[in-house]
């Protein structure tokens, strides 16, 4: 019996992964060059590490010294710009409201910071639905690893088995599984590039199954 909804955030609850991408993608422009929406895709559900990091990648494409601060200060303008001006995702907001109206708990497990997510979540007045947020801070491992979900599973009282996850990205169906919680993938324009697999169920946007349909399922 499903008990409790553990939320990704990025590119799940809000796309914030396309305008980040095509504000990266804009910079490579300048400089001859495109980001493939594949390499980027590596760390989509995680954060930037060895396999991608683009100031160094760009660094390493052109042969030159790439200014980190003034990388990242156009990047987040630009997609900030963007993002406050975008609407939740489909279905979102119904499926919160309906699993708080069948009195389940909610969570939000995201590899992004507190004042990433929590700051977003106020702005569309959806920070009082959830019981518990987690976030990159409250965990030694972000996803890939399964720190996040079974930090959240615990913190709202549930075992693996009686929570379900809502993903968008490889790294997350792999911390799902890791974590032993069935995983719905509902991929968003960026990860719908990628090859995406070991989801329990995939839906094209969450206004296309009610929660009801969801429950029974499971």
Same mark, same amino acid.
């Given at each position: 019996m499903i008990k409790a909804l553990i939320f990704d955030f990025d590119g799940l609850i809000l796309d914030t992964e396309t305008p980040e991408y095509l504000a990266i993608n804009e910079i490579y422009l300048e400089h001859g060059l495109s980001l493939p929406i594949t390499t980027y895709g590596q760390v989509v559900g995680s954060y930037y590490n060895q396999d991608f990091e683009p100031v160094s990648d760009l660094s390493r494409l052109t042969g030159e010294s790439i200014d980190p601060l003034a990388f990242w200060s156009k990047v987040r303008t630009q997609s900030l710009k963007t993002i406050q001006q975008s609407p939740l995702l489909p279905g979102v907001e119904t499926l919160i409201q309906g699993a708080k109206n069948h009195a389940l708990k909610l969570a939000v497990a995201s590899s992004s910071t507190h004042e990433w997510v929590d700051g977003h979540l106020r702005r569309y007045n959806l920070i009082e639905y959830f019981d518990v947020i987690k976030c990159r801070e409250d965990v030694k491992n972000y996803k890939p690893a399964p720190d996040l979900f *079974?930090?959240?599973?615990?913190?709202?009282?549930?075992?693996?088995?009686? @929570?379900? &996850?809502?993903?968008?990205? +490889?790294?997350?169906?792999?911390?799902?599984?890791?974590?032993?919680?069935?995983?719905?993938?509902?991929?968003?324009?960026?990860?719908?590039? *990628?090859?995406?697999?070991?989801?329990?169920?995939?839906?094209?946007?969450? @206004?296309? &199954?009610?929660?009801?349909? +969801?429950?029974?399922?499971?």
């Open positions: *079974l930090a959240a599973a615990q913190a709202v009282g549930v075992e693996p088995q009686e @929570a379900l &996850i809502f993903e968008d990205s +490889l790294n997350g169906i792999i911390a799902a599984r890791s974590a032993g919680i069935r995983v719905v993938v509902v991929p968003n324009p960026i990860t719908r590039h *990628l090859k995406l697999e070991g989801e329990t169920l995939r839906l094209q946007s969450l @206004a296309d &199954i009610s929660l009801e349909e +969801l429950l029974a399922m499971f």
